[in-house]
């Protein structure tokens, strides 16, 4: 049965970073990309960036460009979210979540994590 | 950045047939499969739909997708309380080269 489990929240002062943890299980983990999306408090879903597990490229959302890092350790099963420069208005539940199908154009699926909530106090 | 365009709300009564829609453009609905997540309070995202019209394995029957040309729709019939929750479409979006998601619909069930 495939999970992902995330790292616990997060609190960090404005411009830190915050690094978040997904461990997918259930899976070959190299066979499938994992997306980020993030939903600010009352907001709708917003997709952040994802690595292919396989060969580790990534392609980030634009509006993440110069701050986010993704990065995924295939011996681990693990992918890693790093976002620097942290702003209050980064305050959200960070979530990772594989992608629907292997090969291109693969949104999200049915498989997420619990979430991570990062808090940056204004 | 891209969003497709969902209307913030609807609603319906128990057993009634609710149809929320979904807007984009020949980057990402015109060129591509639509998704469609259930979103209940407090939890991840659940996959109701996937290829514009296919359901998982799980999903009732209730559920269905469709879409033409930019716009894509779900539909819910027979619909029960337990179906109150945001709905979100999205779709890959070739000039991002990731999904791009709707702003969510709230479905109320009156």
């Known amino acids: 049965q495939v999970h992902l489990v995330q790292s616990g929240a997060e609190v960090r002062e404005p411009g830190a970073s915050v690094k978040v943890s997904c461990k997918a299980s259930g899976y070959i983990f190299s066979g499938f990309a994992i997306h980020w999306v993030r939903q600010a408090p009352g907001q709708r879903l917003e997709w952040m960036g994802w690595i292919n597990a396989g060969d580790g490229s990534t392609e980030y959302s634009q509006k993440f460009q110069g701050r986010l890092t993704i990065t995924s350790d295939t011996s681990a099963s693990t992918a890693y979210m790093q976002l620097s420069s942290l702003r209050s208005e980064d305050t959200a539940l960070y979530y990772c979540a594989r992608a629907y199908c292997s090969g291109n154009k693969c949104p999200c699926g049915g498989y997420w994590g619990q979430g991570t909530l990062v808090t940056v106090p204004s | 950045q891209s969003v497709l365009t969902q209307p913030p709300s609807a609603s319906g009564t128990p057993g009634q047939r609710v149809t929320i829609s979904c807007s984009g453009s020949s980057s990402n609905i015109g060129s591509n499969y639509v998704y469609w997540y259930q979103q209940l309070p407090g939890t991840a995202p659940k996959l109701l739909i996937y290829?514009?019209?296919q359901r998982p394995s799980g999903v009732p029957d209730r559920f269905s997708g469709s879409k033409s040309d930019t716009s894509a729709s779900l539909a819910i019939s027979g619909l029960r309380s337990e179906d109150e929750a945001d709905y979100y479409c999205?779709?890959?979006?070739?000039?991002?080269?990731?999904?791009?998601f709707g702003g969510g619909t709230k479905l109320t069930v009156l």
């Open positions: 290829k514009s019209d």
């Open positions: 999205a779709a890959w979006d070739d000039s991002l080269s990731g999904p791009v």
